[in-house]
């Protein structure tokens, strides 16, 4: 019977995500394996949670905020639970400090999908990525700065130069209530002129005005009491204390009082990085903050916390516009097996040497030895070797170098040996202290 027709749209991927294939997914590679190396030098940890949570968890990320009220990805399982996707890093890492107590401070890096339900357009995504960091327990403005270092040193380290850094703080318990109380009245004042959509949005949130980009509401906007203005002492101590950090480092910043991140858990600190090569609609590449209440508002012990996320896509095109993490050499291979034997050595021949630490492929399917010299030479591998009756009976090999063309004769028991010494991307990927056992014959 031929099979059901199908229904081609179902086997797309669904509008707003997206599949990586090589040579894109080797630009992934660079950054996650930057990010995890640049966190590994700071003293944080790899931490994974689940794709959905409890759909609690992501309540205390905001009310009040589009992310939770109208772009979570909500389900029931089939045993009547409310679960969430995970909207954003945050929360969930805060719920695993809660439920494991690690003892803090408590370093944690990730790289997980995050969705929410946006209408997608480039650089906005209804699945994207993040690589992010969290600190539980410590309170210390020294610790802002090395987080922000964290993030600020890894667009550098990745060849990203149009980056900026935006600062802000957003106040503690003390000082926010009034700031928001201020704040209010002074957008009323204006809300005759610009509006019922303007005061029923300064009605549910105040500070979410601030970040409005609605061209009308600007120069009202603009001219709105600051949140540095209205710090307590200790919230302006703090965030001092990490302005000077920052220019002890060296880690150039822009003061920006109208910067209020879109989670209602953001407590001081707040920063964001913005990239000049993207479109200002779309222009964060990373941002992240102080949520000090967070662990105590999920039933913990209160513990300060502060961390970010940096979206890969963005980063991606981000370094599209700026000529940066080039895809560079292919995922080289370093031999490709070519068989004109069929006598199972082929299969060993391949694992002995891919045991000594080289990259290894072969041909299936019992091909012809002049297709199989095709798919070496478009396999990008540096050698081939050709098993050969005659070859073999010399225990050897034929070695093509598919640069060159030239072609030696190889003792199989040395050709581990041969191509460590003679590839040079092997060369290049062993590093000193690091070379893999190169003594064993094939
Ligand atoms: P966020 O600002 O919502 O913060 O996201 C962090 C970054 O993820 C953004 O700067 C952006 O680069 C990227 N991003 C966000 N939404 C999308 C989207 N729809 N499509 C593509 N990229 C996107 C957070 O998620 C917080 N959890 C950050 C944090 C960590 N705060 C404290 N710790």
Known sequence: MPPEPVNPDAYRAPIGTHDVLAPESRRWQTLVAAFADRAERFGFDLVVTPVFEHREVFQRVGATTDVVRKEMYELTDRGGRDLALRPEGTAPVVRAYVQHRPVPPWKAWYVAPNFRYERPQKGRYRQ???????VLGVD?????????????????????????????????????PAYAAALRSYLLDHAPALGEEFRERVEASPLRVLDSKRPEWADVIERAPQLTEHLSDDSRIHFEAVLAGLDALGVAHTIAPRLVRGFDYYTRTTFEFVSSALDAAQNAVGGGGRYDRLAEEMGGPPTPGIGFGIGIERVLIAADAEGAVEVGPRGRLDVFVVDGVGDGSAARVTDALRRAGLRVDRAFGGRSVKAQWKVADRSGAEVAVMLGRDEAARGAVAVKDLT????????????????HEHSTAARRRVTPGTAPETGSSP
């Open 140 to 176: 210390d403005p020294e610790i802002d700065v090395e987080v922000i270092a964290l993030a600020h040193g890894f667009y550098r380290e990745v060849g990203l130069e149009r980056v900026e850094l935006l600062v802000n703080s957003m106040g503690d318990e003390t000082s926010r």
């Open 404 to 419: 060159t063309g030239e072609q030696v004769e190889v003792a199989l028991a040395a050709l581990a040996t041969w191509v």
């Open 128 to 134: 994207h990525w993040q690589l992010g960091a969290e």
